[in-house]
């Protein structure tokens, strides 16, 4: 190639090394997912493992008893305080909830947000609380 301005010429020289570096942080950025996912025995297109809140980890690793229906994960003053105010004031009775909709998701979710004013975030770590206490205790 001719080029007429050498300014030209580095200017088209730095485009592509700035394009080829784009290309290298693609690149790589790629490479650590898909490690990740390797090292993490997900399949290329899964889910990461999802993490877990201290408040989880604590209420799916000991007993039931007589817990307030606050210790569940997901579910934080305003939400207890409604289930309260419905008469759920044991994690234990809203463990019965989750057994009596036969441990369907969408039912329990749903009675969360409707008894609880739970949102999305909320409705799905309660679930996910309940359903692995179970998995562990049941």
Do not use: C
Request: proline share 4%; charged share 25%; net charge positive.
């Amino acid at each position: 190639l001719f080029f007429s301005n050498p300014l030209s010429h580095k200017q088209i020289q730095t485009d592509n090394r700035q394009q080829t570096d784009r290309k290298l942080d693609k690149l790589t950025t790629s490479f650590e997912l898909n490690l990740f996912f390797v090292m993490s025995g997900n399949q290329k297109g899964s889910n990461p493992p999802p993490t877990t809140s201290q408040k989880h980890r604590n209420f799916v690793s000991e007993p039931m008893g007589k817990r307030s229906v606050r210790d569940v994960p997901g579910i934080g003053a305003a939400q207890g305080r409604r289930l309260e105010e419905s008469s759920v004031a044991r994690a234990d009775q809203l463990l019965g909830q989750y057994l009596v909709n036969g441990r369907d998701q969408g039912q329990f979710k749903n009675y969360l947000k409707e008894t609880a004013g739970a949102n999305t975030k909320h409705q799905r770590d309660a679930y996910n609380g309940i359903k692995e206490w179970t998995e562990n205790n049941m």
